[in-house]
C-alpha cells in the first residue's frame, strides 16, 4: 500500500484539483480509498458537464497489483477544448501481467497503489501478422492507412513516450459486421490515416490473438469497431485519454482525436522539455567531466613533469656532488703523495748528505769542485780524489736545487759528460783531480 502522501500527490494528479487541503478532506471523506474518491468526484464533475457523446469516455490507465473487477461508465465525456480538463482519469484499470511485461523481460517497481512486479517475453510475430493481414486487407492498391507497428503493446507504448506522442489503439474484431466498413472508410480515409500517422504512434491488435483479446478485456471494450488514445506516463503507469466504440466517421473520429491531442499537448509539451532538459543537463555534465578529466591529466602530466624535473635536478646536483668529492679527494691524494714525495726527497737528501761525510780540509788528496746550476746558481765544495762520480750526484742531490730526477754533469773544455756509465770512477780517475768546474744539464 502507498502511504497518504502519495495518495494525495495521486488524486491531485488525477483529478487535476491544486488545493492539498480539498484533495485532503475529499480522501477523508471516503476513508482514503483513491478509487471510490476518484469516481465520486468525476461523477460529480459529470453532473456539471452534460454529456456530448454517450460512446466516448475519458479514462486513466494504472498499472495495478491484481486483476480485480472494476465498474465502467461509458458516459462520461470528454472536457470541453476551452475548459481546462478535469483530469485525465477516472478508473483504475489493470491491465494484463504479460502485456505489461510484453518484451521487456522482468520489470519491477512501485506504481500507482503499490509493488507490481511482471515477467516474461513477447513474441513480435503476433503484431506482425496483424500489420501484415491489416495490409493484405485494406491496404492494397492505397497508401492511406495507419502505420501499426510491428511489435508488443509496451514496446509500442515505449516507442510512442520515446517520440513524445500518444499511442493509438485499434483493437481489430475481423467477425463484426461493421469492421470492414470502418476499417476501409474510416481507418484508411486519407485525411484520417495521414493525421494518426504524423501525430500518434499506431498499434492494432486482432481480439483473436492472445495480446489483442487480452488488451479487449483489460479495457472492457464492450463494442466493435474499438479505439482508444493511450499515454505513458513515469513509473510505467498507463493513462487511457479516449476511447471510441462502435462506427464512426472520419470526421467524427478526426474531432476526437484532435481534441485528446490538444488537451494533451501540455503534458507532451512539459514531457518533452523535461526530456531535452536532462539531455542538455547530461550533456552539460559530460562535458564538464570531460573538461575535469582533461584538467586532472593535465595537472598530472604537470606534476609529472614537475617530479621528473625534480629527479634530474636532484640527479645533477648528486652527479655534481660526487665529482666535487671525487675531485676532492683526488686532490687530497695528489696532495698527500706529493707530501710524501716532498719528505721522500727531503730524507734522500740527507741521507745522501749524512752519506758524503764531513768536508775535508784542502791537502794534496783533496779535489775542489764547483758545480753550475742551470738557475745560475753555483755551489763548490771539496772531496777526496778518491771519491766517486757517484759522490758528486749525491751532493748535488743533497742541496735540494732541482726539481728533476734526469740530468747529467758535464766540463765544458773538454766537453765530457759524467753520465750513469762513468759514476763509478774516482774523481782522480775521471781527470777531475785536482779541481774540476761541472755544470747540471738537464736531461
Known sequence: MVDVADKLAYFRAITGLEDPGLCTEILQAHDWDLELAISSFTSNHTDNHPSSSSSTATTTTAVGPSNANIHRSDSTPIAPAGAPPPGLAWKIVTLPISVISGSLGLISGAVGFGLWAAGGVLSYSEAMEFVAQFESDYGSGSSSRPNFVGEGFMDALTRSRNTFKLLFVYLHSPDHLDTPAFCEGTLCSEVLSAFVNENFVAWGGSIRGSEGFKMSNSLKASRFPFCAIVMSSTNQRIVLLQQVEGPKSPEEMLTILQRVLEESAPVLLTARLEAEERTTNMRLREEQD?????????????????????????????????????????????????????????????????????????????????????TGERKERR?????????????????????????????????????????????????????????????
Open 383 to 443: 772531496f777526496h780524489s778518491a771519491a766517486t762520480i757517484q759522490s758528486l750526484y749525491d751532493y748535488v742531490d743533497s742541496l735540494g736545487y732541482l726539481n728533476v730526477e734526469n740530468y747529467s754533469l758535464v766540463t765544458n773544455f773538454p766537453r765530457v759528460v759524467y753520465g750513469t756509465d762513468k759514476v763509478s770512477l774516482s774523481l782522480k780517475e775521471a781527470g777531475l783531480h785536482p779541481q774540476a768546474s761541472l755544470f747540471v744539464e738537464l736531461n
Open 290 to 374: 570531460a573538461a575535469y578529466r582533461a584538467a586532472l591529466e593535465a595537472d598530472q602530466a604537470r606534476e609529472r613533469q614537475q617530479r621528473e624535473e625534480k629527479e634530474r635536478l636532484e640527479r645533477e646536483a648528486a652527479e655534481a656532488e660526487r665529482k666535487c668529492k671525487e675531485e676532492e679527494e683526488a686532490r687530497d691524494s695528489a696532495a698527500r703523495e706529493a707530501a710524501e714525495k716532498d719528505a721522500a726527497l727531503a730524507r734522500l737528501r740527507q741521507e745522501k748528505a749524512l752519506s758524503l761525510g764531513a768536508e775535508p780540509e784542502k791537502g794534496p788528496d783533496v779535489t775542489q769542485v764547483l758545480v753550475r746550476f742551470p
